[in-house]
């Protein structure tokens, strides 16, 4: 009897690691058709690892970036959250969610994710630099410049989180420091057109207009079809008394599908 009992436990064991092992064979099969860009394909694959095992909490987290690479928010949040009911420490189920809810402008409810996320790793600077453009879009300023801080604490190369930080404080009128933060951007990436015309916007405000226009010649000279930079480049030039040079950037700025009648007949008729 004794041994029927242990032959059956045997045979049960056996039967539950086969299926385990068929379980990962399926995700790990799902990863590579994933990696190749076959999302559809791939989530087919981490559908039959969850019918073998419905608590398969990679497998769930898996067909959630699958389907995030489809635009499928809403399915994808719906995993992430199963993954979450089975493991509340699961951290990149919380950012990916929060990041998906970022996505459907749910900035709020993202925001709940990234501090969830960060409560469980204080290191994790995605989800601080993420839940900084959140507050950003929420216009709370100086909580996003708060959440950047630590995002910059963690990585220093992070050229995302000092444009935005500088956004943040040009936001807060703080102009200087604005054109601190989007300089460390443009130390970091040479080519940033955005960073340069900030600054340059950052300088202008600062009075600095020759630091101004070197800065929109740098945004024009990377994108020459950037009309904002030719606009505001010609309203430096207007306050250095350049008017006439300050009229061709504005007519470019015309050209280029800007609305300037209004300023081309102030400053330039």
């Not at 951290?91 to 998906?100: E, L, Q, S």
């Not at 996505?103 to 709940?112: D, G, Q, R, T, Y």
């Amino acid at each position: 009897m004794i041994k029927k009992i242990i032959i059956s436990f045997f045979a049960l064991f056996s039967v539950f690691n086969l299926a385990a092992q068929d379980a990962h064979a399926h995700l790990s099969l799902g990863i590579a058709k994933m990696q190749d860009g076959e999302n559809s394909e791939a989530i087919k694959e981490f559908g039959k690892a969850i019918a073998i095992d419905s608590t398969y909490k990679d497998a769930f987290y898996q067909r959630g970036l699958a389907r995030i690479q489809l635009g499928s928010n809403t399915e994808a949040i719906e995993d992430w959250t199963k993954v979450i009911a089975l493991d509340s420490n699961y951290k990149d189920a919380y950012f990916h969610r929060g990041r998906a809810n970022y996505k459907m402008h749910e900035f709020k409810i993202a925001i709940v994710d990234f501090a969830k996320t960060t409560k469980i790793d204080s290191n994790y600077t995605e989800a601080w630099y993420n839940s900084g453009l959140c507050k950003l879009e929420l216009n709370d300023k100086k909580g996003a410049v708060l959440d950047l801080d630590h995002a910059i604490r963690l990585d220093h190369k992070h050229k995302y989180a000092y444009y935005n930080r500088g956004i943040a404080k040009y936001k807060l009128r703080e102009y200087k420091g604005a054109s601190d933060d989007l300089g460390h951007a443009i130390d970091l990436d040479s080519k940033y057109q955005f960073a340069y015309y900030n600054r340059g916007i950052a300088k202008y405000k600062l009075n600095d207009y020759k630091g101004a226009i070197s800065d929109f010649d740098h945004a024009i000279h990377i994108d020459p079809k950037y009309a904002d930079a030719y606009f505001s480049r010609g309203l430096a030039k207007v306050d250095l008394k350049n008017t006439e040079a300050a009229c061709n950037d504005f007519n470019k700025a015309g050209e280029l599908g800007m609305n300037v009648y209004d300023t081309l007949k102030f400053y330039c008729n």
